[in-house]
């Protein structure tokens, strides 16, 4: 990582009174790449421990009919999944910074998780050669989110952070903090066709950064 990761201003992350208990742990962060570190090696962790759950899901869009992508639900410890997800150094924070920043940090997610997520297919053998698994993991538009969306932001304390930009974009969910009971993230890699290992990119989905920058969800 050649960069320098920049957090959010502490009095520029706003959180609600209804998640008082979690004030501290995200605001009082890592830096973005210790925090990033952090969460792999959790994710390796997991890995190892058979934690990590795979799915060759193929493409529900009639436009993409035959495509599969990669997906993967990785557990974290609460504190590691609210800091990395909801605090001002992480996920969502590099995203509010700009969408430019949001979109390196990403990349640096999917590019840490590619060991963590081959380690788990060696455990959970799938029906798909490690090729194209890795095809779809390197491929554009790959992503990690919350695990369970929507639910988990839905049963989300309404304003439990609410940054100025997200108020001003009247935005509802992305200014929700979710912390799901079973914590952790979803790995969502490329749609790609096996044959032709071209990839699918659904036009809607090009936005996200500029979605997560202005509103806090996509």
Request: without cysteine; aromatic residues 6%; glycine residues 6%.
């Given at each position: 990582m050649n960069r320098i990761l920049r957090m959010?201003?502490?009095e520029h992350w706003i959180l609600g009174d209804k998640i008082a208990s979690r004030h501290v742990r995200l605001l009082d962060v890592p830096t973005p790449d210790a925090l990033l570190t952090e969460m792999l090696r959790e994710a390796t962790e997991a890995a190892y421990d058979g934690g990590i759950r795979l799915i060759w899901r193929d493409s529900t869009d009639p436009d993409a009919q035959g495509f599969f992508r990669l997906e993967a639900f990785i557990p974290l410890s609460e504190q590691v999944f609210d800091q990395f997800f909801n605090g001002r150094s992480g996920y969502r924070a590099q995203y509010y910074l700009s969408p430019e920043e949001g979109i390196l940090f990403n990349r640096d997610v999917i590019q840490g998780l590619r060991e963590?997520?081959?380690v788990a297919y060696a455990r959970q053998t799938l029906?798909?050669?490690?090729?194209l698994v890795l095809t779809s993991?390197?491929?554009?538009?790959?992503?990690?989110?919350v695990s369970g969306n929507p639910s988990a932001f839905n049963s989300a304390p309404e304003n439990s952070l609410?940054?100025?930009?997200w108020v001003e974009n009247n935005a509802n969910l992305g200014c929700r903090a979710?912390?799901?009971?079973?914590?952790g993230l979803e790995f969502k890699?490329?749609?790609v066709h096996p044959v032709t290992r071209q990839f699918f990119v659904d036009e809607l989905?090009?936005?996200r950064a500029c979605d997560l920058f202005s509103k806090g969800y996509s």
């Open positions: 959010v201003p502490r963590p997520l081959q029906q798909v050669d490690l090729d993991i390197d491929g554009p538009h790959s992503k990690v989110w609410h940054p100025d930009r979710p912390l799901p009971d079973s914590p890699g490329a749609f989905k090009l936005e």
